[in-house]
């Protein structure tokens, strides 16, 4: 990466991205990020907001499903599917959301994994758009260079981009 690793140095467990971070990175307001933590469309992995003042920390793949709402509802598929596909995501390691294309026909939402299947769903009319997963994921880790990460007192869950990075030093 162009401005080395953002979390070098940190304890990479307890590791997580505030809101207005989240918010720019992703291209959704404040507004929304709190209504989606709030109705659980998706909350923050790495600390969730205990109270007045308390700021929630998202973890790396919280942001790439983040973006990935946002990308879905823009493109105008209705938010009980939208929850469809968050749950799936959420289900997914960090590493395997990669390699993911969502495809939509503006009501449904199909995981497709590899080119045959893409194929096969432009081939039976049923992809409209597609979000590459991969992509999105470029985009945001080169809009995080240079954004503040913070640490977290304590962190119930390991952000899977912090994991990543970890197994790639000791695998050198």
């Not at 401005?3 to 207005?20: H, N």
Request: charged residues 25%.
């Amino acid at each position: 990466m162009l401005f080395g690793d953002p979390l070098e140095g940190l304890d990479e467990e307890q590791t997580g991205y505030r809101g207005p971070v989240a918010c720019a990175v992703t291209g959704i307001t404040y507004r929304q990020l709190d209504y989606w933590a709030r109705t659980g469309l998706l909350e923050p992995s790495v600390r969730a907001a205990r109270g007045s003042g308390s700021q929630r920390l998202y973890s790396f793949k919280d942001l790439l499903v983040l973006r990935v709402v946002k990308k879905l509802l823009d493109a105008g598929v209705s938010l009980q599917q939208v929850r469809t596909a968050v749950r799936q995501l959420q289900d997914r390691g960090v590493d395997d959301l990669a390699s993911i294309t969502l495809m939509s026909d503006g009501a449904s939402v199909y995981e497709c994994t590899s080119t045959d299947e893409v194929i096969d769903l432009l081939q039976g009319g049923q992809g409209v758009f597609g979000i590459a997963v991969g992509r999105v994921w470029r985009e945001i880790e080169g809009s995080l260079a240079e954004l503040p990460i913070e640490q977290a007192e304590t962190a119930p869950m390991v952000d899977e981009l912090a994991e990543r990075r970890r197994r790639k030093r000791s695998a050198s």
